[in-house]
């Protein structure tokens, strides 16, 4: 029974997660998110600003969590699922490049010249790093291990990085009325070359575990 109503609860919160996420995308889309306030996402959601308040801390990182919803855990599968005898360097940069594709559609209303909104863009990148060292440490063979869990914060800051310097590319026509602002340069290229140093260390910690398997 306490199992059930522990499975409950948490299907209810993140029904209202996706509820104050989906929210706040719809009203930032209307009415612009500099006009949107955290009062006003909560009503739309049927929620009190302080119950808001446990889920999300700002109303740029709500509009966020709208976008870039479950991309964390696609990634974290993408290399789970990596066929067998991939060197697992290249199953996470696979899984990076197919997960951050140069935005389309809403994710391109990110892009914009309101700095909170970019950098909360920038700091959603860190939300990969529990679901990717998870990935990373079944590879390895031990799920608990402190290695994972630095390799994956390594990529989680990686990421972030390429995002940065790509969107530290970009410039704002001054016709967009939506105020969306353009990169320039691949960001398939950026963050492939962020990843690029952190192989070294991904070929070391995949050798010791076979050497740990083996022996």
Do not use: C
């Not at 990182?61 to 709208?66: D, E, F, R």
């Not at 209303?109 to 990717?132: G, K």
């Not at 608990?144 to 914060?153: D, F, Y």
């Amino acid at each position: 029974m306490t199992t059930r109503r522990t499975g409950l609860r948490e299907q209810k919160k993140q029904a209202t997660r996706v509820a104050l996420r989906e929210a706040a995308l719809r009203l930032a889309l209307e009415h612009g998110p500099e006009n949107v306030r955290v009062d006003d996402i909560a009503d739309a959601a049927g929620v009190s600003p302080r119950t808001y308040n446990n889920y999300f801390s700002s109303r740029e990182q709500a509009i966020v969590a709208a976008i870039t919803a479950e991309r964390e855990a696609r990634v974290a599968d993408a290399v789970t699922a990596a066929p067998p005898g991939t060197p697992l360097a290249e199953a996470l940069a696979d899984a990076i490049l197919a997960g951050y594709t140069e935005p389309a559609g809403t994710e391109r209303f990110l892009i914009t010249a309101t700095p909170p909104l970019r950098e909360a863009f920038l700091d959603a990148a860190t939300e990969m790093e529990h679901p990717l060292a998870e990935a990373i440490g079944r590879r390895l063979g031990d799920p608990a291990t402190l290695t994972a869990q630095v390799l994956a914060a390594a990529v989680a800051a990686a990421v972030r990085i390429a995002l940065h310097q790509w969107l530290g590319t970009a410039t704002a026509p001054s016709t967009a009325p939506d105020r969306l602002v353009v990169p320039s340069g691949s960001l398939n290229d950026l963050l492939r070359a962020a990843l690029a140093p952190l192989a070294a260390a991904l070929d070391v910690a995949e050798e010791r575990s076979r050497q740990r398997q083996a022996g």
